[in-house]
């Protein structure tokens, strides 16, 4: 079983709908989670940094932690076309991701139809 | 806010020569770097990570020998591809973290195409 688990997508809705993207992990010590958003043939952009479980909102972005199912999910509100990209969970043990770096999912390829 | 660049963004060379690919933290002082490799519709995997002024940490199955990893300064970080193989053609990123960022600060990447 991998460390983290993506489903790769690709992942299409309409404009305006409510995007859900989800990771699962089996690693108990995570404690620090993020998503990342990666346009195609550049590096990865943090949208959401969140530590334990639990809610965290900025803008249209929602990030939820739940820690007991070792589960966490983004939502997005109001889709855009611009916000077609692939989407990476990662986590970590430590903030920052410590020593050994970042355990990223395989990211979700999204495409918001106009 | 923090930025990390990466230079060259884009490389072609011949199999069996070396590329130097350079990552550096532009405003902020980067205690550790970390170099991943990322090949088409995969997850970023981490190579090695490095702090400044110490040897880098390779993961496993990662050939040191082959990805030499400097970490000159505190902003500064080089990867070398020794005799580049066309298996080794990827998009490689750099991610720098400092004091108070969280999660890291990724580089741009740099797209390693091997003939």
């Known amino acids: 079983q991998k460390e983290v688990e993506q489903d790769p997508g690709p992942l299409s809705v309409p404009e305006g709908a409510i995007v859900s993207l989800n990771c699962t992990y089996s690693?108990?010590?995570?404690?620090?989670f993020m998503w990342y958003r990666q346009y195609s043939r550049k590096g990865p952009e943090l949208l959401m940094y969140t530590y334990s479980s639990g809610n965290k909102e900025d803008g249209r972005f929602t990030a939820q932690v739940d820690k007991s199912s070792k589960y966490i999910s983004l939502f997005i509100r109001d889709s855009q076309p611009s916000d077609s990209a692939t989407y990476l969970c990662a986590m970590s043990a430590f903030p920052g991701g410590g020593a050994d770096g970042l355990t990223f999912g395989k990211g979700t390829h999204l495409i918001i139809q106009p | 806010g923090a930025v990390v660049s990466q230079h060259p963004s884009w490389v072609i060379c011949k199999s069996g020569t070396s590329v130097k690919i350079e990552c550096r933290s532009l405003?902020?002082?980067?205690?550790?770097m970390f170099w991943y490799r990322q090949f088409p519709k995969q997850s970023l995997m981490l190579m090695a990570t490095?702090?400044?002024?110490?040897?880098?940490?390779?993961e496993q199955g990662v050939e040191k020998d082959k990805f030499l990893i400097n970490h000159a300064s505190l902003t500064l970080s080089t990867l070398t591809v020794t005799s580049a193989h066309p298996e080794d053609s990827s998009f490689y990123i750099c991610s720098a973290r400092g004091v108070g960022l969280a999660g890291g600060i990724f580089g741009p990447g740099t797209r390693l195409t091997v003939l």
């Open positions: 405003d902020f002082q980067a205690t550790t």
């Open positions: 690693n108990s010590a995570f404690q620090y």
């Open positions: 490095s702090n400044e002024g110490s040897k880098a940490t390779y």
